[in-house]
């Protein structure tokens, strides 16, 4: 089983479209959870962490279940702009302050 | 933007050759890890340093090596390149026992090996 996997993609949605990804991680010991972005051709960004009791930032939404080792994020509302990969990131698999990332969901909001 | 620099941004090499990828972390951090994407991957982390020591390595071969200096600075080292070394090279820096998690990553240094 891969450390951290994620819903293969591309996600294609029209503009205002709700979109959710989901993401996998094998170690039940991991300590943190992220979301990062990444543009074509462009570094990884934080977009928002993830936390037990599920957090929201605007349109974006987190969620943890730490039984099942799973984590989503769901998107309301979708911007062209939201155009970009989505990483799953666990933090504590490979170390203690090492981040794992996953392949990368990639999403395509279209007018 | 992050204040993460990498250089050489783009680089071509032959198999059997040697390359130095180099990264200035942003300004306060004292931690860099370095992470190689393969077309169509996420990251996959290849070291940390901080204090100018390893301090966490991942599933990479010794030929992977690296540096960092007193200014946090640091340096990724290939030896003997493989086809397969052909990627996109990010460093990422953060301030050690930061409780956010977040790393800084620079634009990146593609390498393309022939």
């Known amino acids: 089983r891969k450390e951290v996997e994620q819903d293969p993609g591309p996600f294609n949605v029209p503009e205002g479209a709700t979109v959710a990804f989901n993401c996998t991680y094998s170690?039940?010991?991991?300590?943190?959870f992220f979301w990062y972005r990444q543009d074509c051709r462009k570094e990884p960004k934080l977009l928002m962490s993830?936390?037990?009791s599920g957090n929201e930032d605007g349109r974006f939404t987190a969620q943890l279940n730490r039984a099942s080792q799973y984590i989503s994020l769901l998107i309301r509302d979708s911007k062209l702009s939201d155009s970009a990969t989505y990483l799953c990131?666990?933090?504590?698999?490979?170390?203690?302050?090492?981040?794992?990332f996953g392949k990368g969901t990639m999403l395509l909001v279209s007018p | 933007e992050t204040g993460v620099t990498q250089s050489p941004t783009h680089l071509i090499k032959t198999r059997g050759q040697q390359v130095t990828l180099r990264c200035s972390s942003q300004?306060?951090?004292?931690?860099v890890s370095w992470y190689q994407q393969a077309l169509g991957q996420g990251p996959q982390f290849i070291f940390q340093?901080?204090?100018?020591?390893?301090?966490g390595r991942g599933n990479f071969p010794p030929r992977f090596s690296g540096l960092q200096f007193p200014n946090y600075s640091s340096e990724l080292n290939v030896n003997a390149l493989e086809l397969d070394d052909s990627a996109l090279y990010l460093c990422?820096?953060?301030?050690?026992?930061?409780?956010?998690?977040?790393?800084?990553f620079g634009e990146g240094s593609r390498l393309t090996v022939l």
């Open positions: 170690n039940s010991a991991s300590q943190s």
């Open positions: 990131v666990v933090k504590g698999i490979a170390g203690y302050s090492t981040l794992t």
């Open positions: 990422a820096s953060s301030q050690q026992g930061g409780s956010t998690g977040e790393l800084f």
């Open positions: 340093y901080y204090r100018e020591e390893e301090n």
């Open positions: 993830v936390y037990s």
């Open positions: 300004s306060g951090h004292n931690t």
